[in-house]
């Protein structure tokens, strides 16, 4: 059993490892994003967004089998049999392997295809998209193979050396900028060559660095029938979830480019790349979380596991309005002072894709404890069929002549909805107490959500506009967000360790 002490303090010590490696991608990302916007131009940019979600589309078993090898990984590591862990690896980078081949068929095949006849792409760039396309099916390749070794890394907790890797992935992103402002050769195929460089030097980092450390990632041929049925059976269901999931993301991205024009697209990937970096505060202390999570049912102790999640649901959606508050608010003027310009459409995208991303980080705990019971049959097939249910409904609204808002709208009620899917198929898995995490999680968020906007929203319309509104609405809202927090989203015996925590640091 592990000890609930060590376990908080390992997640505190990964969280903040996590947090320093984000700040410093975040710095690195709004600057190359803007340089990036500024080179490709914004048609440019839209095709690449488009293009790339088609690599993504076909990519889709990644994903899939990613939760599977971290979910199996994480378990033979809490149940502490190192031999079973070797066998287990070595049969998902067998699966993996199978898994790059059937991308790189489908991709040159369908994607090919769908590329050339259904996308509207203006015909003198027909040719750097199909550059672009090829490029990012490779790259793809390489992030497929990454994965048994990042999962690795995760299921030992080794956060740091993920840190220095991405961190090491940020600055060939600025490498990236720079050369293609001084390659005069077409910039949009360059920019997918590069891309592709990219995925393929961060698959050498992981390789030799698990290679060196984690005896189980030395690999050696291995095979048995019933843990490639457990894994392709747990993959499959997975992989109808990652379906659904992309179907939202760039089936979605299909179906603007379908009704309105590239300025469109462009304007949904400025938005997510915003939404990325929001995302990160979630997901760097999530990254943290998860693989307690799944060793906790390793061990049978779903007392624990339940207050973990609890804890993570609250924290994950705190995190997100901490960071997303004075955004939403000023959103028009940070993103005009970021890209120098303000593209139709990047506003309201960006306000209702946090929203998104903000109720699906409330659910991730609640994900999580189904995938580490192993049964996701239900989950998946509930869950995915409501979440690919944003494609025909938005078809029709579209159809309608409704604006590309609508999609986003709708979107945000099916997630609304599938928060509350995950909490009926969480109670029938693990008796999970739904009740209770209704009215201490949820209802607790909307509270902290409505009390936290009071202030920054009446600083906003009694200042004027500009740097120091900006500055203002970031000292209040943070404020403002703390407080709350800590008076309403936080329960008793949360409130006196974190008085305790801070009395112990002052202390030293």
């Known amino acids: 059993m592990q000890d609930t002490s060590s376990n908080n303090k390992r997640i505190a010590k990964n969280t903040l490892v ?8 975040m710095a690195i990302s709004l600057y190359t994003s803007r340089v990036i916007l500024q080179v490709l131009g914004v048609e440019d940019f839209g095709i690449y967004n488009v293009v790339g979600g088609i690599v993504s589309m076909m990519g889709v078993i990644n994903g899939a089998m990613s939760v599977s090898t971290q979910r199996y990984l994480t378990f033979e590591l ?44 203006p015909p003198e760039r ?35 050396v993920y840190a220095y890797i991405s961190i090491a992935d940020a600055v060939l992103k600025l490498a990236i900028c720079y050369l293609l402002l001084t390659i005069p050769i077409d910039k949009l195929s360059t920019y997918g060559f590069l891309m592709f460089l990219l995925h393929a030097i961060n698959c050498g980092f992981y390789w030799l660095y698990c290679h060196l ?55 949904r990937g400025i938005a997510y790349q915003v939404n990325t970096t929001v ?46 508050l004075p955004l939403i608010i000023e959103a028009p003027y940070v993103i005009q002072l970021w890209l120098g310009q303000l593209p139709d459409y990047v506003v309201p995208f960006m306000r209702l894709i946090i929203a998104i991303t903000a109720i699906d980080a409330m659910a991730n705990p609640l994900m999580t404890t189904a995938h580490a019971t192993g049964k996701i049959a239900l989950y998946q097939s509930l869950v995915g069929t409501m979440t690919i ?58 509270l902290v959500t409505v009390f936290a906007s009071v202030l920054p929203l009446l600083a906003y319309h009694f200042t004027d506009v500009g740097m ?3 500055l203002i609405i970031c000292v209040i809202s943070l404020i403002s967000t703390v407080m709350t927090i800590y008076s309403v989203g936080l329960q008793p015996n949360e409130r006196a360790f974190v008085i305790k925590t801070i009395k112990s640091k002052l202390h030293r």
């Open 18 to 25: 996590l947090y320093v490696r984000m700040f410093l991608m």
């Open 78 to 121: 809490g149940r502490g049999d190192k031999i079973r862990l070797k066998q287990v690896f070595s049969m998902c980078l067998q699966i993996y392997m199978m898994l790059g081949i059937l991308l790189i068929i489908l991709s040159e095949t369908i994607g090919v295809w769908f590329l050339n006849t259904q996308l509207v792409i």
């Open 126 to 160: 027909l040719t750097a998209a199909n550059w672009v396309f090829q490029f990012s099916v490779f790259s793809s390749v390489c992030s497929l193979l990454t994965n048994p070794y990042n999962a690795v890394i995760i299921s030992h907790e080794k956060m740091g």
């Open 213 to 267: 450390k984690h005896k189980e990632s030395k690999y050696s041929f291995y095979w048995e029938a019933a843990l490639f049925k457990n894994l392709l059976s747990y993959t499959g269901w997975n992989l109808f979830g990652s379906t659904s999931a992309l179907v939202k993301g760039q089936g979605l991205n299909i179906l603007l480019n379908m009704f309105f024009n590239p300025s469109v697209n462009a304007a």
């Open 279 to 324: 995302n990160q505060f979630f997901t760097n202390f999530f990254t943290a979380v998860r693989p307690q999570i799944t060793k906790y049912y390793a061990q049978k102790d779903l007392n624990n596991m339940f207050k973990l999640v609890f804890r993570s649901s609250k924290m994950s959606f705190y995190l997100i309005l901490l960071i997303s």
């Open 389 to 446: 249910f944003n494609i025909p409904i938005s078809y029709i609204f579209l159809n309608f002549g409704w604006g590309p808002l609508v999609v986003f709208k709708i979107s945000l009620l099916i997630s609304i909805i599938n928060l509350f899917l995950r909490l009926w198929i969480v109670k029938r898995l693990v008796d999970f107490p739904v009740w209770n995490y209704i009215w201490k999680v949820f209802a607790n968020c909307i």
């Open 468 to 470: 120091s509104q900006f």
